[in-house]
């Protein structure tokens, strides 16, 4: 891959991150291309895999194309006319769609091919990934992979479960879409309702894994925030009279507007009352505030995603952390947790408490959680109960929290934040 080692080493080195940047960028659009045209999310995953290779074996000493989605697509494309012609029996589509590709493509070299639009290509994908006939945990799974370009292991993080048991939810997600010919396309207004709730979940994960990355060495990942936020105003536009998504849309939006305060130049994490306010995005704050008035408007009573995204609204409205409704962000918690009980929501609550009520109130719901289990091995539990020992004086026992959540974490820049907090003690 390097030309001839030595020197040229570095060179092969950047090139290759380099292509993990692109491929991180472009994976969920190349996907959703291929699956679009071949009609299977499997071989669509095999023949980016392919152009992944080329560009590995191919990059290092060409340099990387200008338009590197439009070379990745180009190649794949290449793949899978040459898998079809290679099969001795071709059925008319197989030549069929390879004819059309061939024409399409127009010249041998990838790297001079035009990129097409993507006419929502990604939109189509989260659907067919969140068909009825996978189960819930297994569409969630298929579509961060596929869209999200997550590894398997941090989409196990994200879950709390082992790396084997996302694996194979995805492998038999890709069979049964295959074994179904689930066509790809988005379906039928009639079938939103057994979808949506999937969709809305599968954005917000791909946008909760760019807020807070599970792992490796940056805490945001903002291109991920940016493209679950463009899937949430595109499915806004596609279903105006559903209240739910207009939340999600709000939320994401008061959530991104703080993604520049949310790092420190160096990268290292910022927390919320340490912020500069005055980097968090007006335009975006906006954009959250109109969002939730169109899902007010629709008069359906306030779901999940609108809840979360007043109590995020509370946040972003106000002029300074002092000034921040603290006791309307508890009733929203409360109100939360009726509708989707949750120890996570109840630990968020907590946090809330500790700044209406002070720590004390906050650490006797915390050691309630603590007591019950439901969120061991989950960092943010430690973190918060060492946050509230040390708020009441009690350092050596916070220490070894704040200790305890960073051995929990696979962010390296949360690690990090948190061995810092237990040295304050």
Known sequence: MARGGGRDAPFAAETRQAIEAVWRIESGQLIAVLSRLVGDVGVAEELAQDALVAALEQWPESGVPRNAGAWLTAVAKRRAIDGWR??????DRYTQLAHDLEAELGTDDPALAVEEPIDDDLLRLVFVSCHPVLTKPSRVALTLKLLGGLSTDEIARAFLVPSATIGQRISRAKRTLSEARVPFEVPERAEFPARLGSVLEVI??????????????????????HEALRLGRVLAELTPQEPEVHGLVALMEFQASRLGARTAPSGEPVLLQDQDRARWDRILIGRGVRALARSDRLARGRGPYALQAAIASCHATAPSADDTDWEQIVSLYGALAEVMPSAIVDLNRAVAVSMASGPQAALDVVDGLVREGALSGYHLLPSVRADLLFRLGRTPEARQEFENAAALTSNLRERALLLARAADC
């Open 204 to 225: 917000y994960l791909i946008f909760n894994e760019g807020y807070s990355a599970t792992a490796g060495e940056d805490w945001i990942r903002p291109s991920l925030c």
């Open 86 to 91: 290679r099969k001795e029996r071709l059925d």
